[in-house]
């Protein structure tokens, strides 16, 4: 475990501007907004950050505006989801590089039923290119997404290999055994939990925080689970909401509808934005949680 808790951190959401380009303005101050309300951290270009979807000019450009914006480099986690281990070190390092806090790093994606000696390959192959500058690396399992499950095992095997380099998982397969796996053999790691709805029980295993979607909408609600292990019932039946439509457009939507701004719906191809209906229903399920909040 780190010698500072990783906490929580918002898996920052993307906004776009009406023609389509990154609004960078608009997302530094909804960043500030999830640090001055419990995060520990934002996480640039993870999955509700679209990252598979913003070019390496478009990445350079947010992290320098976020620098220079005025969020500290050791408050951003980046997220890194590319295919050939060159781009993924390169990536890698720019973050680092900005004296970030840490990298989110995924698995290749495009081939299947790849082996667990080709994934381990892939990964040392980063590691190897990134040398004396690889650290704060979290290793991001997410089969839903990559079709690459990373086994306690593949784990256990990269952080013998590089010990001083990986410093956490993240852990979004939402599989409560392999979580429980994952806690009871590598919980001196920063596990992270993915899945809001098994967030309190991780914690009470040992896991040290989230790298959250939902931390966009009600960081307040997120922290006490973090902190406390607490349960809460109300966020976890938004999250079931959420769970009923394509998660970052709904996450998207939630924000909109909590900021009035309805220029944070926009996501890019091939997302396409959360229809008026279920954009609705989301909407009142969050109106109902502020309700019970209130009348706590």
């Not at 790691?189 to 931390?215: F, Q, T, Y």
């Not at 006490?224 to 998660?247: F, Q, S, W, Y």
Request: net charge negative.
């Amino acid at each position: 475990m780190s010698a500072q808790p990783f906490g929580l951190s918002a898996a920052l959401t993307v906004a776009f501007a009406e023609d389509g380009s990154i609004d960078t303005a608009r997302m530094i101050r909804h960043a500030s907004w999830c640090l001055d309300n419990g995060c520990a951290s934002v996480t640039l270009f993870g999955t509700t950050g679209e990252g598979s979807s913003i070019s390496r000019t478009e990445r350079t450009a947010v992290l320098k505006a976020f620098l220079d914006g005025g969020i500290p480099g050791d408050r951003i986690v980046g997220g890194v989801m590319a295919n050939a281990a060159a781009d993924a070190a390169e990536q890698s390092a720019e973050i680092l590089d900005a004296g970030g806090r840490g990298v989110l790093l995924a698995p290749p994606s495009y081939f299947k039923g790849v082996s667990e000696d080709g994934v381990f390959g892939w990964f040392s192959d980063v590691l190897t290119q990134l040398g004396s500058k690889a650290r704060g690396i979290i290793l991001y399992n997410i089969p839903s997404v990559t079709a690459v499950e990373l086994s306690v095992a593949l784990i256990g095997r990269l952080r013998r290999a590089f010990p001083a380099a990986i410093s956490g998982v993240k852990d979004s397969s939402g599989n409560w055994p392999y979580t429980q796996a994952l806690l009871a053999e590598h919980k001196d790691l920063s596990i992270l939990i993915g899945d809001e709805r098994s967030l309190a029980a991780g914690v009470r295993l040992g896991a040290e925080g989230a790298i959250s979607g939902m931390a966009n909408i009600c960081p307040e609600r997120l922290v006490p689970m973090i902190r406390d292990g607490r349960d809460d019932h109300g966020l976890t039946d938004l999250v079931a909401e959420v769970l009923k439509n394509p998660v970052t457009p709904a996450v998207k939507a939630l924000l909109a509808h909590r900021l009035g701004d309805p220029a944070w719906a926009r996501v890019r191809a091939p997302l396409l934005p959360t229809p008026a209906a279920p954009a609705a229903q989301l909407g009142a399920a969050l109106g109902s949680l502020n309700a019970t909040a209130a009348a706590a």
